[in-house]
């Protein structure tokens, strides 16, 4: 079992910057990856982006230039640093985590809000 939960969402102005957090309960090495994912109100969940155990990262073309992935194996942690935030970044935002043992297994967090106002 893997428990994971976000933090560092909340309201910031359009143009501004975040920075999510999602810590995993225990070593992100040995994770296959960890993606980030967003949810609008009345959208689907949509791919933001992932790293992957060997550190290898992919943006998606919605967020590209403005949004890194990283991690801190040392505290199991990932992180979601966004720029220039827009009002069409609004959306929950949730953190997966990709693990294999005898079979792929996804675990969700619970999801951090962020809203941007314009």
């Known amino acids: 079992q893997v428990q994971l939960v976000e933090s560092g969402g909340g309201l910031v102005q359009a143009g501004g910057s975040l920075r999510l957090s999602c810590a995993a309960s225990r070593n992100i090495f040995s994770f296959l990856a960890v993606d980030w994912y967003r949810q609008a109100p009345g959208e689907q969940r949509e791919f933001v982006a992932r790293i992957t155990s060997d550190g290898r990262t992919t943006i998606a073309d919605s967020v590209k230039g403005r949004c890194t992935i990283s991690r801190d194996n040392a505290k199991n942690t990932v992180y979601l640093h966004m720029d220039s935030l827009k009002s069409e970044d609004t959306a929950v935002y949730y953190c997966?985590?990709?693990?294999?043992?005898?079979?792929?297994?996804?675990?969700w967090g619970q999801g951090t809000q962020v809203t941007v106002s314009s």
């Open positions: 997966n985590a990709v693990v294999v043992t005898n079979r792929i297994t996804n675990y």
